[in-house]
């Protein structure tokens, strides 16, 4: 996280740097497509599942010339931090190992998996008037949020854990999801330069949606709103994207 944190200053800077010589007179409306990568950290409910998260992903949208954007992310969710324990318990034997259905011990990988999608609205507030397409970016928006466990047995057969009986362990939960950003936006007026980075947050108000827990069977699985927070910085850089120029044609 440390390291993510001094590149995106590194690059804060890059671009205080190179807006002195980026000046324009007036703003321009741009088609948006961007690639995304976020780096998260958890809080509320998804804490007690999930560590570390990363985002990648897409942005596309329109920029106008007032400086407005409107747009849609959408992102992957992923990561290797686990936080639930005891889940597979019950299909250990008296050494601790699961066994496959030839008797090996089983190698079980789990993952965060997730993905998300959101309408997003913004502005981006030009800074020092140097660059009108540039500035501070502040946007927000609403959408849907989906995350659960990937179970993985490699190329070994776990009968417990094959197809729907995953289903049981995978604690799939979705939901409506609000976030919000407010960053740097550089938009270089005579290249094609052109990315924004800074801070993040997602609130997710998310259901499970599994009838049962294989895992504790005599529970009644929660169906009460639960609150799955992310926080965290992103970076984007966004691929140039220009009308074509009339062409001019002179006669004698």
């Not at 981006?124 to 047995?153: A, D, Q, Y």
């Not at 609130?203 to 709103?225: A, C, W």
């Amino acid at each position: 996280m440390k390291y993510i944190a001094v590149c995106f200053f590194l690059i804060t800077l890059s671009i205080g740097l190179n807006a002195q010589n980026q000046k324009s007179d007036s703003a321009t409306s741009r088609i948006w497509i961007g690639f995304e990568y976020g780096a998260n950290g958890t809080s509320e409910d998804l804490a007690d599942r999930y560590g570390f998260l990363n985002h990648l992903g897409l942005m596309t949208g329109f920029k106008t010339k007032q400086n407005y954007f409107f747009g849609l992310n959408s992102y992957f969710l992923f990561g290797n931090d686990i936080r639930l324990t005891g889940v597979f318990d019950h299909l250990t034997d008296a050494y601790g190992n699961i066994t496959d259905i030839n008797g090996d011990i089983a190698a079980l990988v789990v993952f965060p998996r997730g993905f998300s999608s959101n309408l997003t609205i913004g502005k981006i507030l030009p800074f020092l008037n140097v660059n009108k397409n540039s500035g501070v970016f502040i946007h927000g928006g609403v959408g849907f949020l989906l995350h659960k466990m990937k179970i993985e047995t490699n190329e070994q057969v776990v009968p417990q854990l094959e197809l729907d009986y995953k289903k049981g362990y995978d604690r799939l939960t979705t939901g409506i999801n609000f976030h919000y950003f407010i960053g740097y936006n550089f938009m270089a007026t005579k290249s094609g330069y052109h990315f924004y980075g800074g801070l993040t947050g997602q609130h997710g108000y998310t259901k499970n949606r599994r009838t049962l827990f294989y895992d504790r069977p005599d529970e009644i699985v929660s169906q009460d709103t639960r609150l799955d927070i992310q926080l965290g910085i992103k970076l984007g850089w966004v691929i140039p994207i220009y009308k074509r120029q009339p062409k001019e044609f002179y006669f004698d």
